[in-house]
């Protein structure tokens, strides 16, 4: 609409604005003669002065919040809109007062009158108020079309009516706003009302879906006509829109007859018209250079090739079908296409080879997850091949599916350039594709179990030998040896599984791995690689003891000692490599080892104790070299829990067996720390020896009511309490007088129950009464020394 206003209004609105900048340059201009003054002085700045009041006359009205031009837009369109509604009341609810002269003349003057008036409103300036009229003449157009349905037509269908209606308005409505070309309304509804004949028609006739497809695509046409051609960013815009719905209508309706087509002849009209669209829609995109219509061509393309393909072929080969139409398309990178439109045929057969591969992805999670089962089944029997839980169609194409992507990924990763970063994922999912892609052909083509598992073996070195190859640095170099790496051990989880079935093929995968393994952890170039392989070499020789352990038929704590011995040759290379980085590693996961043996050992004492005996040796061992002191404190713990669980189970119920284990430890790494470091406290290097040593003897006297244990009991504490009187060591001195007088109260205890039941009753009184005076006294003589104090300190001068 026409923002311009009359003259007269633009007027006042003038002089309205500039009586506002008047007020505002007063009020800025004795801000600055203050400020000038206050500079002028020198002195610090006082408070500002409140802004002069300016006069109420100098200031004009409050703004409006809206202009002028705004509130006659919104009166016209307002205006137009009530009158439409008016129009179609009168239309649809009040037709039937007048006869058809009159119903027919009365629309016949309004609708003339409004497509007219716009002409002189037009010459004399008025744009906005002529647009309205003219938004009022094109609905009342639409009104004489239904009021002549109605009257004339009644026995014509409504949908073919409103197709010859729409066709008619569209010629109307364009020639319309060509003849008034300062209208914006006119052309736009003219596009609008184009792209609606064709479907319409469809619906009236009882169109199938292939020929509605069809009338779908050619308005898709007419749109994409309108969106190029038209006059006006409102005219293309809506050519565009239309364009795009009724264009995708199309393609997803022949997309799903494509779909459900049994045979090759019926697959091949929807695919005819997909092809047709793909080749409007790719001429599209040469003319606009944008990837967007060219993907969308790729993507008809492919569904009007594979369609009919996969009719031709067993049903399990439909993704392969697919997946070489989508890699056909990526011949266009070779043509002398722009670059936009390559970007967009390549998306598209980047987006149906991951819709592929997704696919066909479960096949391959079951192929690594099924051999799990046989955990629980151990050693029953090796099947005639490899397993799969569930039937899936598509088995025998995963295989050349994920091989084929792997495949085109591999060739986009050759070159140089700008798009390194790419590329180095694009051979990350390769490898990734083309390990999945062997790991699941056994179960696809039901090969023999010995064949799989030797496979799955070879498999698992190349993928080690790929991690542990030297490769480019950088973050591409690590993410590739990480995928490979990631590989190997699934793929050495998945064979280690499945072969648990048979007991040759468990030892001889277990040994192969741990060989693999421990060559990896020795050649290999990445610390990340060798660590895990080492770690790993660990791993599988503890599980190949623990399979010994049940070949020979041993119970579970006797095979606790053939694990043993992974802990303790992993304590030997450690001791052997040193500062080496793989020591680490290989200490810690020795130490795992080393905890699954005790935890095999628990079912019987014995053994267990001798197991724990064992770990504090290697403990201790370990211990010895200057870099690993840190764990020497587990050796003792270790020691006395051995010690504890073979008392236990021999029967021994004296508490001293089980605390002087612990406690003269504990005594001698006080001495020795004493020696070390002299101005260390006593109760930090003899406090928790002797508190382990007295503690439970203590409490065990109470119930004793023999005399060996209290006597050995007081002689130790006196030994304790002479010592720290000595040594003058706090520690030993309070808690071996503590632990003397305690024992001896216990000793002494009935005696003093006799004396105290001979003593007469009044000399508990007395005593309190001889305590309570000397308290007393000493209280007042304290309050005497005060008042005295006081007295000099007030004589003083």
Known sequence: MENVPPPAEELAFLDHELAQLDARRAQLLARRAWLISVLQSRVPRPQAPPSPAVPRSAWAAPRPETSPPGVQNLLLALGGLLLTIAAIAFTVVSWGHLGIGGRAGVLGVL???????????????????????????????????????????????????????????????????????????????AAVAAQLPLPLWSVAVGAGALTTSWALLLTAVVGGAIAWWGKGAAVRLCGCAGAGLTGAGALLTAGLLSFDADTAADAAAPGALLLTAAVLTLFAARRMSSPLPAAVAGLAAVAAVGGVARTLCPDTWEPVVHLLCAVALLAAVRTRLPRPVVRGLTGASAGVQAAVTVWVLPPVLLAVVTPLSWAGRSWTGAPRSAELSGAWPWLTATPVALLTVAAVLALACRGSGPERTWRAGAACSALVLGWAALLVLPVAFALPYTATVLLYTALTAACLALAGRPGPGGPEGAAFTASALACALTGALTVTFLALAARPATFTVLGILLALFAVAAAVATGRLVRTVAACAAVAYATGLAGAAGTALELPLHRTSLLVLVVPAAAALLAARLRHHPLALPVEITGAAAGLLAIALSLGDAGTAASVLALCAVIVAGTAVRPERRTVGPAAPVLFVLATWIRLSASGVAVPEAYTLPVAVPALAIGLLRRRRDPQASSWTAYGPGLVAMFAPSLFAVQDDPYWPRPLLLGVSALAVTLTGARLRLQALLVLGGAVLALDALHELAPYIGQVLGALPRWLAPALAGLLLLGVGATYEQRLRDARRLRDRLARMR
Do not use: K, N, Q
């Open 111 to 189: 609708t003339s009158l409004a497509l007219v008036s716009p002409v002189p409103l037009l010459r004399r300036g008025l744009a906005s108020t002529a647009e309205a009229l003219a938004g009022l003449g094109l609905a009342l157009t639409v009104l004489d079309a239904y009021a002549w349905h109605r009257v004339s037509a009644a026995d014509t269908g409504g949908a073919a009516f409103a197709a010859g209606a729409a066709a008619v308005l569209a010629l109307l409505w364009a020639g319309y706003g060509s003849v008034l070309g300062r209208l914006g309304l006119p052309l736009p509804a």
